[in-house]
């Protein structure tokens, strides 16, 4: 799928999941559509079972699970249904040579998300997104008080990373998380232990004379490197050098009106759960009144490459506006002023 078919799938998204129920907060995961997952590394001190493993919600009672064993490689795979958000009941087995390997596999898997559900389901949002909260006891553990970091992005249990108290490690860490068609798995089971793109681009940009392309009630100062074309309902501009899609700047307006229950913080989460696959520890998001800056980055398996993503959430009395910035990492990396001046450069009409 090409990234600009992509990016109007993912506003088509944005659009049901605005105007859908289905989205409020719920304990049994009936908050997330099929196809949204997560991943978690656990690398746990003296143990031999630290690994990847991931969840993702294949249907509205049925899960697939995979989980990369570090040491050896070797994936293991199964279906099954949750019975409660932390009693996980295995329907089907895919993969795995090993059945002892298999066994342990399952069993340590039983104890986390048993683990994540009774240190999770007491946390409580209200009026902020990210808590930290100290002296935990992980049951499964023996002298295991941990510090735990949750985000209220973060699909399943809103895990961020769980620090060990007495030594400092990391024994669960939140590595990715990302939503695919329900019926097209492929980048659930192609998600690496560690990101390793291809950097390929010989793209390298220098200021040509800068005109101002208006797109809603903004101005954006581009060059003669960037086209105009349409998307959907508005117009958005590409850098087009190597491939149909090398950059591509592009701004949203959403009324108030249409949308009265909408918030930046619905946004903020459309924006990074509603990607193919968040590389979690790219994600800075920061507020400033009513200007939320996002940034995260987009692995993608067919290609090999990341993509950087930079959004402006700005909320006025009638209307949000997105502005984004889209590159691949290694053309916005090659490029990064030249890019930043241009993002810093866009003002709104007065």
Known sequence: MSLLRKVFYLLAVIFIYLTSPVHAQSNFFNDLRPGQYVYYTQTIPNFSLNKLFGIMKVSQTDYF??????????????????????????TKIYSSDDKFQITLQIADFLNIIDGFYNVSKDVKFDNVTDITVQNIDFIHYDDAIFNISFSKYIPYYHIVKMIHQKTKKEYFKLHSFGFNKSSEVKSFFSVPISFQPKNVSKIKLTNQARKNVNIFDYSIPV???????????????????????????MIEKISKEDRPQLSSENLIHVLINFQPCVIADSITIKKNGSITDVYYEVWSYELNRITIAKTKIIENDNDFYTITLNSFKDVYTNNKKYFDDIYRGINKIK
């Not at 699970?65 to 295995?90: C, H, M, N, Q, W």
């Not at 490197?225 to 958005?236: A, P, R, Y």
């Open 65 to 90: 699970v995979r989980i990369i064993d570090y040491s050896s490689g070797k994936t293991s795979a199964f279906l099954g249904t949750f019975k409660s958000p932390g009693d996980f009941e295995i």
């Open 223 to 249: 060059d003669s490197n960037w086209s105009k074309e349409s998307l959907g309902n508005t117009d958005v501009l590409l850098i087009k050098q190597e491939t149909a899609r090398d950059a591509i700047i």
